[in-house]
């Protein structure tokens, strides 16, 4: 279905790879709001995301996913994201600041007492590598071979970073969700 | 494999992606050993905790507007690459030989040449001015003049070949008139 909108979209048809990101939007927003945890950046780079991809849809190579060629664009626009945050050197007070005006929505009041507001602040808290790592073997359940193959590295570095990431998280978390 | 090892193979087997290389030893292990099997339910509660935090909906509303911005941006791409594909046939006549900026190049290009030619020659003996060194014709004829129409003449009247012209003439100048000629001959060697 992919590849028939694929050819569509190559001949010009734009809607065609309007229906691509109807069917996608959620999925990759959603990824790079983990990622980010801020909605404003998140919106952009998802859609810088679909502007890329429609820019170089010729260069897809159409044995591989969509799906998985898209979160190789969005990955690849949050590390550049998270670089130029850490050139800002006071970013991480306005997160916070952002990240303790959120925690007094009422969206946050009944999340389930506060447990995702803490998880999603811990997991930002970890290392880029760890991060992008567990967030793509928990929430979109990757194997260590397409994270190896999405972040550019080994297979085995992406065992040893989602094992560090889980285990940092765990630490972090204290005695959240343990028996 | 020991402990260590099971419990790397627990956080391995977390997501249930990758299948396990060994997964009755796993099990066997987790069975016997009560540490591990403390372990294994720990990180499956953990998990299971983790995973069931979502991120915050922005609602359908935020989708609609995403998918309506990102379609248009890309109906701008679009109409970019086309008119990027499409043949300029004014843009093809005023490069590269109608453009201004081509012709003026070009006209002060022929000027620095011209000005380098001239200085070029300006030196070159024999260019711009007669040469220093004057030619034997030259230096026999102040001599050899007075003597040249009568002995046109006679070589028109006699049918006479140049060769045999030019003897007749040396025959009719006398030893002065040779030794003047022959002086000249030399100093014109000299310079």
Same mark, same amino acid.
């Given at each position: 279905m992919d590849q028939v909108l694929i050819e569509r979209a190559l001949k010009g048809d734009t809607e065609a790879f309007s229906a691509l990101v109807e069917t996608y939007q959620r999925p990759i927003y959603f990824t790079v709001l983990r990622m980010l945890s801020d909605h404003e950046e998140a919106a952009d780079i998802a859609q810088q995301t679909f502007i890329n991809a429609f820019r170089s849809? %010729? &260069?897809?190579?159409? &044995? %591989?996913?969509f799906k998985t060629w898209l979160y190789q664009i969005a990955i690849n626009l949050c590390r550049n994201k998270i670089k130029e945050r850490a050139r800002q050197p006071d970013f991480e007070d306005i997160e916070e600041i952002e990240i303790a005006a959120n925690q007094k929505t009422p969206f946050d009041k009944i999340d389930d007492e506060n447990r995702g507001y803490r998880v999603r602040q811990a997991i930002q808290k970890l290392p880029e590598q760890q991060r992008m790592t567990l967030i793509l073997r928990? *929430? +979109? +359940? *990757?194997s260590y071979e397409q994270i190896a193959s999405q972040l550019g590295c080994a297979q085995e570095t992406a065992r040893a970073n989602f094992h560090h990431g889980i285990r940092n998280l765990r630490k972090a978390l204290g005695g959240e969700f343990l028996p | 494999m020991n402990c260590q090892e099971i419990r790397d193979k627990i956080l391995d087997n977390l997501t249930g992606t990758d299948n396990p290389s060994d997964p009755k030893e796993i099990s066997v292990h987790i069975a016997s050993c009560a540490d591990c099997h403390a372990e294994d339910i720990a990180w499956r509660k953990f998990s299971f905790g983790i995973k069931r935090v979502k991120a915050k909906d922005p609602g359908e509303a935020f989708f609609q507007d995403f998918s309506a911005r990102v379609s248009q941006a890309v109906k701008l791409e679009q109409e970019q690459m086309d008119l990027a594909r499409r043949p300029r046939r004014a843009a093809r006549f005023r490069l590269p030989f109608f453009s201004p900026s081509f012709q003026m190049g070009m006209a002060a290009g022929c000027a620095v040449l011209m000005i380098a030619m001239a200085l070029f020659f300006k030196? /070159?003996?024999?260019?711009?001015? /007669?040469?220093a060194r004057p030619g034997e014709t030259q230096l026999v004829s102040p001599i050899a003049s007075p003597r040249v129409s009568p002995l046109k003449q006679a070589v028109s009247q006699a049918n006479l070949s140049d060769s045999e012209a030019i003897a007749v003439l040396f025959d009719l100048m006398d030893d002065n008139e040779e030794e003047e000629i022959s002086d000249h001959l030399m100093m014109a060697e000299d310079i």
């Amino acid at each position: 279905m992919d590849q028939v909108l694929i050819e569509r979209a190559l001949k010009g048809d734009t809607e065609a790879f309007s229906a691509l990101v109807e069917t996608y939007q959620r999925p990759i927003y959603f990824t790079v709001l983990r990622m980010l945890s801020d909605h404003e950046e998140a919106a952009d780079i998802a859609q810088q995301t679909f502007i890329n991809a429609f820019r170089s849809l %010729a &260069d897809f190579r159409s &044995d %591989a996913s969509f799906k998985t060629w898209l979160y190789q664009i969005a990955i690849n626009l949050c590390r550049n994201k998270i670089k130029e945050r850490a050139r800002q050197p006071d970013f991480e007070d306005i997160e916070e600041i952002e990240i303790a005006a959120n925690q007094k929505t009422p969206f946050d009041k009944i999340d389930d007492e506060n447990r995702g507001y803490r998880v999603r602040q811990a997991i930002q808290k970890l290392p880029e590598q760890q991060r992008m790592t567990l967030i793509l073997r928990v *929430y +979109e +359940e *990757y194997s260590y071979e397409q994270i190896a193959s999405q972040l550019g590295c080994a297979q085995e570095t992406a065992r040893a970073n989602f094992h560090h990431g889980i285990r940092n998280l765990r630490k972090a978390l204290g005695g959240e969700f343990l028996p | 494999m020991n402990c260590q090892e099971i419990r790397d193979k627990i956080l391995d087997n977390l997501t249930g992606t990758d299948n396990p290389s060994d997964p009755k030893e796993i099990s066997v292990h987790i069975a016997s050993c009560a540490d591990c099997h403390a372990e294994d339910i720990a990180w499956r509660k953990f998990s299971f905790g983790i995973k069931r935090v979502k991120a915050k909906d922005p609602g359908e509303a935020f989708f609609q507007d995403f998918s309506a911005r990102v379609s248009q941006a890309v109906k701008l791409e679009q109409e970019q690459m086309d008119l990027a594909r499409r043949p300029r046939r004014a843009a093809r006549f005023r490069l590269p030989f109608f453009s201004p900026s081509f012709q003026m190049g070009m006209a002060a290009g022929c000027a620095v040449l011209m000005i380098a030619m001239a200085l070029f020659f300006k030196n /070159q003996e024999g260019f711009w001015m /007669q040469s220093a060194r004057p030619g034997e014709t030259q230096l026999v004829s102040p001599i050899a003049s007075p003597r040249v129409s009568p002995l046109k003449q006679a070589v028109s009247q006699a049918n006479l070949s140049d060769s045999e012209a030019i003897a007749v003439l040396f025959d009719l100048m006398d030893d002065n008139e040779e030794e003047e000629i022959s002086d000249h001959l030399m100093m014109a060697e000299d310079i």
